[in-house]
């Protein structure tokens, strides 16, 4: 079975800041990997996702995840963060040839102006 | 991507009854599934809502705690039955799409049992 460890429960940052948080998987197949973003009240939306290819991946505002295998890592980036960046983000994992999504216990976000 | 709706978005319901919350989304997708995310915490599986059969239940939940249907390809309901407040949580539904790997969520039910 896969497992996701999100390694930091709460982030605080300095808006304009650099924000790093961290991902681990455990899987002994091939998998895919996911960042979901919460903000407060809200739905999940999806981030970004590798699933082949070129190991670093980018989402339209900014952010940014590498997928490390020998490391099983997939750690979520961002140089300067906004205020609107205040939120909850998931790690997720799903293996290549399921659909069964496996989640992180969540890091939450608290951008300080 | 794919717009999902739930209803209700919200409920305040007595321990012992039961709730169905729906979920229809705006195209046709192959995979539909429901998740639990208990107050501050991550998401769960609850299980896979299969079209046309019984719905694939992940270890800990069970058909008579949480019967799913699935009629067609674009819509699914969850009843949590005989709630306890051990239930107050947001239900959300997910779908995937033919060809894609990625689930996409919808706003979510938040439940409070009392």
């Known amino acids: 079975a896969q497992s996701v460890t999100q390694l930091d429960s709460q982030v605080p940052v300095f808006e304009e800041a650099p924000v790093e948080l961290r991902c681990n998987y455990s899987s002994s197949v091939s998998v895919y990997l996911f960042w979901y973003v919460q903000y407060p009240n809200q739905g999940l939306q999806l981030l970004l996702k590798y699933l082949s290819g070129s190991t670093l991946v980018e989402s339209i505002n900014g952010f940014e995840a590498e997928f490390n295998k020998s490391q099983t890592s997939f750690h979520l980036r961002k140089p300067s963060v906004h205020i609107s960046d205040t939120a909850e983000y998931f790690c997720a994992v799903k293996k290549a040839a399921g659909n069964k999504l496996t989640f992180g216990g969540g890091t939450r976000v608290l951008v300080k102006p | 991507s794919a717009v999902i709706s739930q209803k209700p978005s919200r409920d305040i319901c007595q321990r012992g009854t039961s709730l169905t919350i729906q979920c229809q989304v705006d195209?046709?997708?192959?995979?539909m599934f429901w998740y639990r995310q208990q107050p501050g915490q991550s998401l769960t599986l609850i299980a896979t809502a299969n079209q046309g059969s019984e719905a694939t239940y992940e270890s800990g939940f069970v058909i008579d705690k949480f019967p799913i249907s699935r009629p067609n390809l674009t819509f699914s309901t969850l009843t949590v039955s005989n709630m306890s407040p051990e239930d107050s949580s947001i239900y959300l539904c997910?779908?995937?799409?033919?060809?894609?790997?990625?689930?996409?969520f919808g706003p979510g039910t938040r439940l409070t049992v009392t």
């Open positions: 997910s779908v995937e799409k033919v060809g894609s790997y990625e689930q996409y």
């Open positions: 195209s046709q997708v192959t995979m």
